[in-house]
């Protein structure tokens, strides 16, 4: 020991070998409980732990290097360097499927570029992030810088409590590029503070001693007795102090974790996708109905009996398209793995169901993916697997997938879903409607708030409003989608279209109209509601097996958030064959025909004669007396 401890000294390192072994298994310890931050990151993928811990170990043996020999800083940093290259074609870049064991043909740019383009990435990824692409170096990168600079301060300094800071560094690092779920954070936070406060105050204690014995006054640490009561106060002191940091830390989590939201970086960086750019896919509802009522738009094999198929849940409403809220663009993240949509396991919670879907895609060509609930993996396949699987975002609260390039014929893929809730009625009579905050709507007709409270005067309970808006339009509309044969109905659910739907008379639509008008109302009494559109088939075939899901199959319904339940689906479209009634006619008199009359015999105008008036003063004509005649007055 001695002669070991001397050979350190001559090469530059202060501290003794016992010593240096106990720092460096402190620090490994205290580095690695920082580096655990990343643990829902990776999905808790032990090739994340292999490269952080990787890093700390070089980087604590770089550290022991350049104290025991001296080394300067720029001799330090390019030994760093050199080392951070070498090592991370191991660690840090996993060999792919092409190149076996050996790292692939990018490993050496994926190293050059990631310390600048790693850390941009791991954010703007939705968790798990995957270990291509080099995401690896985060981690890797970080464990050996931190290792680094705590080594060289814990064996070149004189004041040991410096060494926290890269310490600290390195937790910040795992909270800050790690998600809201923190993995055993009362656990790692009370180990953390007591190995701090142990090793530091046996650190402190070593000085002490030897810089005591190293004075000129010895005589009272030379006493035997002297020397044993000191150490046993010191264990004492040290052993309250730690019993006092492990309780302040336990009484203290509760209060700064009950009801606060983990603030990540990965929540205040958007991801470069704009939703404006993505339609509706309610927009083409009567376009499946109409033009591709028969036709083919995929095959579903492994969905049970009962069970939809979802595009998206849309939430947002401007008046003339309800949609996905466009200024959700940051819950949809790009996905870095997406065989692990979901950092945790997905267990079977209570009410859901899991699952397997396997997909093959038809005529549909739309950016939504088809899925049967929230998705915890899709295994992509096909001639076009990569392209698609580097732009699938997911948005894990909509339980909503999007391609940025549109799906075609020929994609398939593989989706592992959690279908979502079923509950009885009976369960939700005295659950409240959750809180959950949703956008805001625009361009609501007035004829909504007042049907709204017209056909839920009567209720009280939570699930009687939000059942009674259902079973009402369910019960007293008329189904048409104004196909061929069908009473007319127009297609659309701008503002117009449902005001015209609701001030009827006869109420006539389809689920287009009546999943609209339901989320309408609802969130005009203030009830966590969304329209979801999706697939599913009138009857499935016997025996299960693949499904050909068509254009007649399409459908929308609305979802509600129930307390302690979530999204229960709720269907107020009318069955089918609840045709509307025609309106009555009025008899109509049958005209008789007309027969043509023989033209009328046209009469001879008779002749006027006139009879001469005769006038009171002239006599009238008279032979003169005794003569023929005379002439008249």
Known sequence: ????????????LRHPRVQVVVDAAVLTVLLGLGMLGFHDTFAGDPRYLTAGFGGIVLGLAVALASASRRWGPWLTSGVVIAVYLAAGLVLATPA??????????????????????????????????????????APYLSGLLTAVVAGLLAWRVRVPYWTLVPVLAMTAVGILFGT???????????????????????????????????????????????????????????????????LLTAAASPLLLQDQDRKVLRDVVE??????????????????????????????????????????????????????????????????????????????????????????????????????????????????????????????????????????????????????????PEDLEDRDFATVVMPELAGVPQVVPEKAAELTGRQDSPFGIAGGLASTLHESGAFSNGREGEVTSLSGHYAGRITRLLDAEQWIGDDEQYAVAMALMA???????????GFYPENHPEGGGPVQIKGKDVHAWVEVNFEDIGWVAMDPTPDKDNVPTPPQQQPQSTPKPQVLQPRPRRRSRPTCRRTPRRSRRTPSRRSAPGGTGGEPW
């Open 523 to 533: 969130r005009s009494l203030d009830i966590p509601a969304r329209v979801v559109m």
């Open 180 to 246: 809201k779920d923190a993995p055993m954070a009362l656990l790692r936070g009370m180990v953390l503070v007591m190995a701090a406060v142990v090793w530091l105050a046996w650190r402190r204690h070593r000085m002490r001693v030897h810089g005591t014995r190293a004075s000129a006054d010895t005589a009272t640490l030379t006493h035997p007795a002297t020397a044993r009561r000191l150490v046993w106060r010191r264990v004492g002191l040290g052993a309250g102090v730690l019993a006092v940091a492990g």
């Open 96 to 137: 792919g499927p092409a190149s076996g064991l050996l790292p692939g043909a990018d490993a050496p740019g994926v190293l050059l570029t990631g310390p600048v383009t790693t850390w941009k990435d791991i954010l703007t990824v939705a968790a798990p992030v995957g270990v291509h692409g080099g995401m690896l170096v």
């Open 271 to 424: 991801p470069p996708i704009e939703l404006f750019d993505y339609p509706s896919p309610l927009m083409k509802f009567r376009q499946y109905v109409k033009d591709q009522h028969e036709e083919v738009l995929f095959t579903v094999d492994g969905l049970p009996e009962g069970k939809r198929v979802r595009l998206a849940a849309l939430d947002a409403y401007d008046g003339m398209v309800y949609t996905v809220n466009p200024q959700a663009g940051g819950h949809f993240s790009p996905v870095g793995d997406a065989s692990r949509l979901s950092a945790a396991e997905a267990p079977v919670l209570p009410n859901r169901q899991n699952g397997s879907l396997e997909i093959t895609i038809g005529a549909y060509d739309g950016v939504w993916l088809p899925g049967g609930g929230k998705l915890t993996g899709v295994a992509l396949s096909g001639p076009r697997a990569g392209e698609l699987s580097r732009s699938l975002y997911y948005n894990d609260d909509n339980e909503t997938a999007l391609s940025a390039i549109p799906l075609q014929s020929g994609d398939s893929y593989t989706a592992e879903v959690v279908y979502p809730v079923q509950v009885d």
């Open 1 to 12: 020991m001695a002669g070991a401890r001397t050979g350190l000294r001559e090469r530059g």
